[in-house]
């Protein structure tokens, strides 16, 4: 499907394109031939960037193909909709863990809000596992959190693990070696407050935070 088409396929929604309208035109063109569009993708509109997001995870290629085409797209991630669909979709990155932290750990020390948040939100969506988990924490505990959206993938983040791994979220936040700072703190006791996967006990032990 050539660039034109697919930006009068867009045009056709109206002013409003749903996401379930992009994953399926998402779906269509990474079936057809993903690395085509990524590589023609003048990525000039909202709606054409979200579509590269999706089509970057629904891509049948090689870890090590897909690793570059993500990177390449950080750059132009500028909205938590894009870094999240992003991240949450590459899911690539549960047959090939280890090829997908590596490129990760790149960003980690990144100062950058969208950067931080696409460390969080991957971690969040891929490594909440047993294999994984004793490394999340730390990087968690060291991403910059100096901006809105870096703070909320860092709560998001934690919120996941404390529906997961409860013991040892609560260990991580109550030790005195954590880096939190006290925004990123409060905003963490939020969403596990807001989240429906942890048990009403452990939300009840917020409440006094």
Not at 45 to 50: E, T
Not at 61 to 87: A, K
Not at 140 to 146: A, C, E, I, T
């Amino acid at each position: 499907m050539l660039i034109q088409e697919i930006k009068e396929k867009l045009a056709s929604y109206g002013d409003s394109v749903s996401v379930p309208e992009l994953r399926k035109l998402a779906r269509q063109i990474a079936k057809e031939n993903a690395l085509d569009f990524l590589n023609a993708n003048p990525q000039d509109s909202f709606y054409l960037r979200m579509l590269h997001a999706f089509v970057i995870g629904y891509a049948k290629n090689d870890i090590q193909v897909l690793i570059p085409y993500f990177e390449d797209f950080i750059p132009y991630v500028n909205h938590w909709g894009i870094c999240d669909s992003l991240c949450q979709n590459f899911r690539i990155a549960r047959q090939y863990p280890q090829e997908t932290w590596q490129m990760l750990m790149k960003y980690k020390n990144s100062q950058k809000e969208f950067e931080s948040r696409i460390v969080s939100v991957t971690l969040l969506s891929h490594y909440m596992t047993e294999a994984y988990i004793g490394q999340v924490f730390p990087v968690l505990d060291s991403l910059y959190s100096g901006d809105y959206y870096a703070q909320m993938g860092i709560a998001w983040a934690l919120a996941t693990a404390m529906a997961k791994f409860p013991d040892k979220c609560i260990a991580y936040l109550q030790s005195g070696n954590n880096h939190l700072d006290h925004v990123t703190y409060r905003r963490t006791l939020q969403k596990i407050r807001e989240s429906n996967r942890v048990p009403a006990e452990i939300k009840q032990m917020t409440k006094t935070k």
